[in-house]
């Protein structure tokens, strides 16, 4: 590409008009850097008028897909400056919590949050290459959140987008030693954070997980929920931010859901089914007693595995059904 004058308009425009085509890869990108999803929108806004101011110093020596990562990984980190970790509550460091005991709000907490998935594309198209599952899967991001900014962003361009290292140190303004200090304190930090598992998730169009997701809906909505237990895996994880408190063990999200959960009978809950973070994902309608009709309440996110589901997070509303495309109420049936 030919550098073209600041004043021409017309040609940065045109530019940018080609450039969306990496919006969805660049959304997912800020996401694993800063884990929230409201965030990594105006950042990707933020990178693209940053591109467009800038495009008259653009000269081609990398491709525009590269340039616009380097711009939004500097957009990214300069907007974390000062800030803190998003967390889900297990990232609190507390132990598992009493599911029979008082459960407490903490909205001065900014929670981790989830992403939707992008339409399905051209698996040969990088923007799905970049955004691969694993790279947007919730244990691996809320993985990332307990790292430095600059070792999240570091790790993510080395090892999900493959960057070599001194492309890496352009773009994150340092050496090529330091980012490989940087890598190299990263992987080790993550590898005390992850959990570790000898098996790999199963893929939301799989058929063992369409029949776990169908039986956990059927369990809620039957308002029959010690169908719960045998779907649960032995060690499987409830979260529910902006709750502070997990739980851990079938029995106990069980005892959880009867003790805390707004439904009395069947018919008070009804989902909609759809992906999140490359994950299964219900999402919650509550019957409002009062008009009968069924509001947004909960997303749930749910890694499932061969030996079933180990881990679930319950998002409250907030605002996120709609950007995930999601009516905020149901029609009656």
Not at 99 to 119: C, K, M, N, S, V
Not at 199 to 205: A, G, T, W
Not at 255 to 264: F, G, R, V
Not at 284 to 302: C, D, I, K, T, W
Request: overall charge negative; aromatic content about 8%.
């Amino acid at each position: 590409m030919s550098v073209v004058a600041v004043g021409d308009g017309r040609a940065r425009d045109a530019f940018l008009c080609d450039a969306q085509r990496y919006r969805r890869e660049l959304l997912a990108h800020c996401y694993r850097i800063t884990g929230s999803l409201h965030d990594a929108e105006d950042l990707v806004q933020e990178t693209y008028l940053r591109a467009w101011k800038s495009y008259g110093s653009f000269e081609g020596k990398s491709s525009v897909r590269t340039w616009l990562y380097r711009i939004a990984t500097n957009t990214a980190l300069t907007s974390l400056e000062g800030r803190k970790r998003r967390p889900l509550p297990r990232g609190l460091g507390a132990p598992a919590s009493d599911p029979t005991g008082d459960i407490t709000e903490r909205h001065e907490i900014a929670w981790l949050e989830p992403l939707p998935d992008a339409p399905r594309e051209d698996p040969s198209d990088p923007s799905v290459i970049a955004e691969s599952r694993e790279s947007v899967r919730l244990a691996f991001v809320a993985a990332l959140q307990h790292l430095p900014p600059r070792q999240r962003a570091v790790l993510v361009l080395r090892e999900v987008l493959q960057w070599k290292a001194a492309e890496v140190a352009e773009a994150v303004g340092t050496s090529t030693a330091a980012v490989n200090s940087l890598l190299q304190r990263a992987r080790a930090q993550l590898d005390e954070v992850q959990p570790s598992r000898d098996d790999r998730p199963l893929p939301p169009e799989s058929p063992q997980t369409a029949d776990l997701l169908a039986r956990y809906v059927a369990a809620f909505e039957s308002y029959d929920l010690d169908q719960l237990v045998e779907l649960f895996t032995a060690d499987a994880v409830w979260e529910m931010p902006p709750f502070d408190g997990w739980y851990q063990g079938p029995v106990e999200i069980v005892t959880l859901s009867k003790t805390h959960c707004p439904a009395e009978r069947a018919g008070d809950i009804r989902f909609l089914t759809a992906t999140a973070n490359g994950q299964p994902m219900a999402a919650l309608y509550m019957r409002n007693p009062a008009s009968g009709v069924h509001e947004a309440f909960q997303l749930h996110v749910l890694d499932v595995h061969p030996a079933g589901i180990t881990h679930v997070v319950a998002f409250k509303e907030d605002g996120l059904f709609s950007k995930f495309g999601l009516p905020g109420t149901l029609p009656a049936v």
